[in-house]
């Protein structure tokens, strides 16, 4: 058989897909400019679809291959069809260097969900085995910006394709068990945090955002399913027993704790890329969710101190010195505070003098 590549999708007026993905070094704009399907000519000349009717989902094992600047007539046959039931996750690092965050003109095998390059995986959300798709980059922001890596393999905007050859079936994240979604939650919360340590805050911040995700929905459910284990471990009877997954997971109150400490890590990403509002909210759910979060307090002080809220401020730094007192960087960042508000108190009485001689 022979694979002839279709273009679809271009005629019908549909406007462009766009979104925003992360990687290492800031964010980046993807439009998806094409999309072709791969079909199949038979021996007796019918042109068949080998397209799947479903697109991967959360732990879909996806073979995927991406080459930039690949033109839009590629007549690469190289595409297999068919189920797949074996395939084994190929081990690559993000680098700082790289946008796509993938080894570029290779086949290899990710897991969906996982974050490893956010460029490829939006893409194959939305694709089906035996698609190809065209994908154009531009950084978002100022491009002059330090925090916004440009490439240097090639002009911008970038232009890449991206195929997906085969997949295994995953699971939307509603249709997941609750234990399924814990190990997710704990494997976003542990690749957080290598990503952080290894200078990937904007990689950090995008695991502690999926781990989130999952979490929020988590919590009403362990919350549902609660009662019924708290009644057969007292004894009391019950028309309804709680399953075994039920008694397997981690309390209500485990699963705050690991809301707020994920909370409190999302904001401190949000500090180093210098947004604090954001670095705000995130540490002030923490503190509401675990109020002797001593990091969170800590946290929401910078924040406030960074926007100038100098009273907020005062109080994390004093509501962190009462957990942990005489602790060094508590000391040091209220007196900081306080001589900064008499720095401002002194420049506004100056300034009402001058109105009033």
Not at 271 to 297: C, D, F, H, I, M
């Amino acid at each position: 058989m022979e694979a002839v590549p279709t273009l679809y999708g271009e005629a019908d007026g549909a406007d462009v897909p766009s979104w925003v993905s992360v990687c290492p070094r800031g964010l980046w704009r993807v439009q998806q400019k094409h999309k072709w399907s791969q079909q199949t000519v038979s021996d007796s000349g019918n042109i068949t679809s080998c397209l799947s009717k479903t697109c991967p989902s959360l732990g879909s094992l996806c073979r995927v291959r991406v080459q930039l600047q690949v033109q839009k007539d590629d007549t690469d046959r190289s595409l297999v069809f068919g189920d797949v039931t074996e395939l084994a996750v190929t081990p690559f690092l993000r680098c700082q260097d790289s946008v796509l965050q993938i080894p570029v003109g290779d086949w290899i095998t990710l897991r969906l969900g996982e974050g490893q390059c956010d460029v490829t995986e939006a893409c194959l959300e939305g694709m089906r085995a035996g698609e190809k798709c065209e994908i154009q980059l531009t950084p978002l922001g100022n491009e002059a910006d330090a925090s916004v890596h440009q490439p240097s393999d090639g002009n911008l905007p970038l232009c890449a394709t991206v195929e997906l050859q085969a997949f295994t079936p995953g699971k939307e994240s509603w249709e997941m068990p609750a234990d399924e979604k814990v190990e997710w939650v704990k494997s976003h919360k542990e690749r957080g945090g290598v990503r952080f340590r290894g200078g990937d805050v904007w990689g950090a911040a995008d695991s502690y955002s999926r781990a989130l995700k999952l979490l929020i929905p988590l919590c009403g459910l362990v919350g549902a399913m609660e009662p019924k284990a708290q009644e057969l471990e007292s004894g009391e009877e019950s028309d309804t027993s709680p399953s075994e997954e039920a008694l397997q997971l981690p309390s209500r109150d485990e699963l705050k704790i690991i809301k707020a400490e994920l909370h409190s890590n999302l904001s401190l990403c949000q500090l180093k890329l210098n947004q604090p509002e954001r670095a705000k909210a995130s540490a002030a759910k923490a503190t509401k969710l675990e109020p002797g979060a001593s990091k969170a307090w800590y946290r929401l002080g910078q924040a406030c101190q960074m926007l100038n809220e100098l009273e907020e401020a005062k109080q994390a730094f004093r509501k962190l010195l009462e957990l942990q007192p005489d602790l060094p960087a508590a000391v040091k960042a209220l007196k900081d505070v306080i001589h900064k508000e008499k720095q401002r108190n002194a420049q506004l009485g100056q300034r009402l003098s001058k109105m009033f001689t």
